[in-house]
């Protein structure tokens, strides 16, 4: 397994399996960066945990529901979550203006590859839940 550092990223794959992209932890500026061809996005690194310990609390399936910043995600997902007033940061994990959002396409398979989390692969409407 990778070591999550620039140096030597994550290397994932979205749930569906149709995009592939990496990941690492850039502990100086305490954020995820995620790199999909050439768009960066960045995420609050305390994500990984928060999320966790939220599907944790869930028990059971939670749909991934990804969905761009300027579109609205469906409730109950993990999505809505990473967006959401009441989540640990007080709402967007996202960091970078106008990228903020596919907190549900790019978190999970990370937490996956961490040993944290089970995805399902389907073509659509994809699920995660803790383990």
């Known amino acids: 397994m990778a070591a999550g550092t620039k140096e030597d990223p994550w290397e994932l794959v979205t749930a569906p399996g149709s995009s592939s992209y990496t990941m690492f932890r850039d502990d100086d500026a305490d954020v995820l960066v995620c ?6 996005l960045k995420y609050h690194a305390s994500s990984i945990d928060d999320l966790h310990a ?4 869930q028990g059971d399936w939670v749909p991934l529901g990804a969905a761009d910043e300027n579109k609205p995600a469906a409730e109950g997902t993990v999505e809505a979550w990473g967006r959401d007033e009441t989540n640990p940061v007080g709402g967007w994990y996202g960091l970078r203006k106008g990228y903020r959002g596919r907190f549900g396409m790019y978190l999970p398979p990370l937490l996956e590859a961490l040993g944290l989390a089970e995805l399902t692969h389907d073509p659509r409407n994809n699920r995660v839940r803790a383990l």
């Open 35 to 40: 790199q999909v061809g050439s768009t960066t």
């Open 54 to 57: 939220w599907l944790l609390e």
